[in-house]
């Protein structure tokens, strides 16, 4: 028989001064199963706990339904309260008669009619209440950081310095991502290069990072404390141990004319190669689709030159299988592509560059040695015009949204070339200035100011060749006239984009992304750095275009939250979740496939000769978040959810 | 004056959206309605089309399903099951006989307090004007009965 405990809270006049809690407490005393019906001023207080505890004590009480405030804000305090006294806390329910009634009803009489329902309801779901326990989850200790840009480093340099292990694996042959490709950086001037390049020697040398480069995840199988992941890591043609980074190899090479990634085609490179001079780590590799010896058979120049024996081009990708408890994804972003902006002339012109290609010819390291030249016939240009929102705030080229980097990057680029060329002319077509961020607006002041850029409010229609200059005309929406200007470069301030398949990639480790390829976050505001799925943290550009300060904000984050994780040697979980009845599962599959998380496994049910007699599903607990979509699913009613089973919604819904 | 038709809702609504809701509802001190009774769940998706029937069995005059607005589902798409879900009941309801306007099917987010105030005030109307929902009253007692096992 149920002995079942009604608590009725004032909550001082937040309550009591709308809902008639005397009938509301004589109402439950007359309920079923209700062995105590009382009421208190505030039952949050002490001494309301104390009441609470000593109640189910002296009652021997078999559930409790506090009638207060919202679950979401009290609902802990209670099942603490009820666990200190000897109760199961999975025995204890919230009627909220607060949030949901006394504040939102003007009739006193209704509102009490209204709260006597919700508090029987309550007490018909707890009389079918189950005892639970939290669910404990063993955790590894080992973090994998996904992506080797600024993002990757911070969050592998953070929780690497914690003492904890960290797996840092890149797609490319070196670590540094875009930061490295970045001239100078806004609003201090600084060289990216100076300040990224240490990082990245951090990073590898590190005692508690390993560094797999050349690498990709191909699979993430687990949960939260415990995933499984398969690294793919593709043959560099050269062997790591042995290579010494001399760089004799890509001097012998004779395929000196592939256009170089990190210059964004403005400078070339060899096929065997590292993609920059400060490459971490600075051993090359070998690129299969360009290299003469995998075309035609012969050559293997590179391999005489090499005084160590490191090339070998027998060399086939390997696969590691890792044991991780977290994952921080940095996987960054892409620069849109500008040939959908015909009209800008981008691939026709060979002026006419993007803000990412502006970078490297600023860039000390890049191919010009850091001399503004214009690529087609490497002369200075004297007038350049920068066009920003090239690609972002365009729904018609469905990037709704602003890159948020573009108005400051444009701006550096304008007082790059107001620095290095004497002289030169800079007109910036432009839809509003963004510049929020500290020292952001006095930075672009200063571009006006000191380096006197030309900012003009509006778009730009069309960019031709006319008598060997790029004739640009726009809008000057605040002078209310057409502009045409005669530049000798123009660059494009393109859109920060996802990730080539960023989709796929998200599926692959299971998490969610946005319209746009970005990867959510579990709440916006509250939850920035955790992805909807337990264990995989974002950080950087993956999650939405950001700067750099924002970047590593987010990923020392990310390693606070993962360094919270490894803080245990045992997870413990809410026990909210599904289980099977295996004797009734009839094997049709319909909550695999309505399973968001891959929780629901095929377990195999055998006979006493270890035949296989039947397949039923199994919920794994670790990667069950408690949604309950395959309980609706079920066609046996074979799953349940734990907290939420068909039983208390039925006899929620009978008491209402 | 004949004395006002008082309707019962039941909503079955989502703990991190709709649910989160009604609760900015109450903190912002809106007033609505007193007529809808929570039931709360932790995702739409764990909304069976059971739970509606049992309630207008029981005497609800209406029903309420509230949940994270499409791409929002904190369980990433428990709310596309539960929309497809009630794509295919309504017609099942439309067979039956039971008017599929004593059902309704929203999106509120955990920030859409005024939103979920206005739809309550809208339906309760919406419901007060179709009547009391009498089809199932014969087997209210015989439902009773069978709670109390």
Known sequence: MAKIGVFICHCGENIAGKVDTSRLAAALGDHPGVSVSVEYKYFCSDPGQESVKKAIRENHLTGVVVAACSPRMHEATFRKACAEAGLNPYLCEIANIREHCSWVHSDGDMA????????????????????????????????????????????????????????????????????????????????????????????????????????????????????????????????????????????????????????????????????????????????????????????????????????????????????????????????????????????????????????????????????????SDQKEPEHIVFIQCAGSRDPSKGVRYCSKICCMYTAKHAM?????????????????????????????????????????????????????????????????????????????????????????????????YDEYGFYNEAHLKLRPVESSTAGIFLAGTCQSPKDIPDSVAQASASASKVLALFSKDRLEREPVIASCNEATCAGCWGCVLACPYNAIEKKDILDRSGRVIKQVASVNPGLCQGCGTCVTFCRSNSIDLAGFTEKQIFAEVMGL | MSEQFEPKIVAFVCTYCTYAGADLAGTSRLKYAPNVRLVRLPCTGRISPMFILKALQKGADGVLISGCHPGDCHFTHGNYHARRRWTVFRALLDFTGIPTDRVKYSWISAAEGVKFAELINTITEDIRALGPFTQYHGLIEETQSQASL
């Open chain 1, 112 to 375: 009490t009619d209204k709260a006597i329902d919700i508090t029987r309801s309550m007490v018909e779901k707890v009389k079918r209440n189950n005892m639970l326990q939290p669910i404990e989850v063993p955790v590894t200790r080992r973090a994998m950081v996904i992506g080797g840009g600024i993002a990757g480093i911070q969050a592998a340099l953070d929780i690497a310095s914690a003492g904890q292990e960290v797996v840092l694996v890149e797609r490319e042959p070196s670590l540094g991502g875009h930061m490295a490709q970045l001239s100078e950086t806004f609003p201090t001037l600084d060289c990216s290069q100076c300040i990224m390049t240490p990082r990245m020697v951090e990073a590898a040398q590190h005692p508690n990072i390993r560094l797999l480069t050349y690498a990709e995840v191909e699979h993430v199988d687990g949960y939260i404390g415990n995933f499984k992941v398969r690294v793919r890591m593709k043959s560099r043609f050269v062997h790591m141990d042995k290579c010494t980074g001399c760089g004799d190899c890509y001097l012998k090479c004779p395929v000196k004319k592939i256009p170089s990634e990190f210059d964004c085609g403005l400078g070339k490179r060899t096929a065997i190669y590292t993609p920059f001079a400060q490459s971490v780590p600075n051993n090359p590799v070998i690129d299969k689709t360009n290299c003469i010896y995998f075309k035609n058979g012969k050559c293997k120049l590179c391999q005489k030159a090499c005084a160590a024996d490191a090339i070998d081009f027998e060399m086939q990708d390997e696969f590691l299988e890792l044991e991780v408890g977290a994952i921080v994804v940095a996987t960054g972003f892409q620069v849109q592509n500008t040939a959908m902006y015909g009209e800008y002339g981008y691939g026709k012109y060979a002026d006419v560059i993007t803000g990412l290609q502006f970078e490297r010819l600023a860039s000390a390291s890049g191919p010009t040695a850091g001399k503004i030249l214009r690529p």
């Open chain 1, 416 to 512: 790059l070339y107001a620095h290095k060329v004497q002289g030169g002319k800079t007109s910036i077509f432009y839809m509003d200035i963004r510049a929020g961020g500290k020292g952001y607006d006095e930075f672009t002041r200063r571009a006006i100011e000191e380096d006197e850029a030309s900012y003009l409010r509006g778009r730009v229609s069309k960019v031709w060749e006319e008598n060997g200059k790029l004739m640009v005309r726009g809008v000057d929406t605040l002078l209310g006239r057409p502009v045409e200007i005669a530049a000798d470069m123009v660059v494009l301030a393109t859109a920060m984009v996802a990730q080539p398949g960023a989709k796929e990639f998200a599926k692959t480790i299971g998490i969610g």
